[in-house]
């Protein structure tokens, strides 16, 4: 099975507020973590990624934090703007192999 | 730079049919990578090439599924017969070695 998961399926955000999406992961030995956007119609988009010798990059308007003692991963988007609506996928590799997608989560910002 | 190419965006055929889909990745990309994404999950991966080279086809239904990367630049998957079950978008990303994947906007297939 699935060893990445989103613990919420969909998430409803203020226009101007903070985001957080939540991602578990079962593989103790991956060891490279991405964050990818789906706009409908489009593919996904890659937005940041860490690895797991870190627990926290940042990058524009967007952090992920690692906690591998939890096995949790989570995307944090500051100041949510109406293209920020979206699926967010993470995605893990174990061992510079297959790409793993988890569910999703569609995140609407509310104006 | 152009991103990932895919056409045609959508397909609609009666099951059965045969059908096609073509992908052109970034230049100098020599990682491609096919991907069936079903409606409300992630994507999950058919087959991976290097250069011209299948070198992670498990996930590929080799009964009706094949795919080719000839000249290691464009690939095209095929799948013939399609089934029902086959409605997905089907996805193509490419990458330098095992570096980032960029994707294309993929092609919607619905199976009548």
């Known amino acids: 099975g699935e060893s990445v998961g989103l613990h919420l399926p969909t998430l409803s955000v203020q226009e101007g507020d903070n985001s957080i999406i939540n991602c578990a992961y079962s593989?103790?030995?991956?060891?490279?973590f991405i964050w990818y956007k789906q706009e409908s119609g489009k593919g996904p988009q890659f937005i940041i990624d860490i690895r797991s010798n870190m627990d926290k990059r940042q990058g524009q308007r967007v952090t992920v934090l690692l906690n591998k003692t939890v096995k949790h991963l989570s995307l944090q988007i500051a100041a949510t703007q109406p293209g920020d609506s979206a699926v967010y996928f993470c995605?893990?590799?174990?061992?510079?192999?297959?790409?793993?997608f988890g569910t999703g989560t569609r995140l609407t910002i509310i104006p | 730079e152009a991103g990932v190419v895919q056409s045609p965006r959508y397909k609609i055929i009666e099951k059965k049919q045969p059908v096609a889909f073509w992908c052109n990745p970034i230049?100098?990309?020599?990682?491609l990578y096919w991907y069936r994404q079903n409606l409300g999950q992630g994507p999950e991966l058919l087959i991976r090439y290097e250069n011209e080279e299948a070198v992670d086809d498990s996930q590929l239904p080799k009964d009706r599924f094949s795919a080719e990367r000839l000249k290691g630049v464009d690939s095209t998957l095929k799948i013939q017969p399609a089934e029902l079950g086959d409605s997905a978008v089907y996805l193509c990303a490419s990458s330098m070695f095992t570096d980032t994947q960029y994707f294309g906007p993929g092609t919607r297939l619905t199976v009548l």
């Open positions: 230049s100098g990309h020599n990682t």
């Open positions: 593989n103790s030995a991956s060891d490279y």
């Open positions: 995605a893990e590799i174990v061992r510079n192999e297959k790409l793993t």
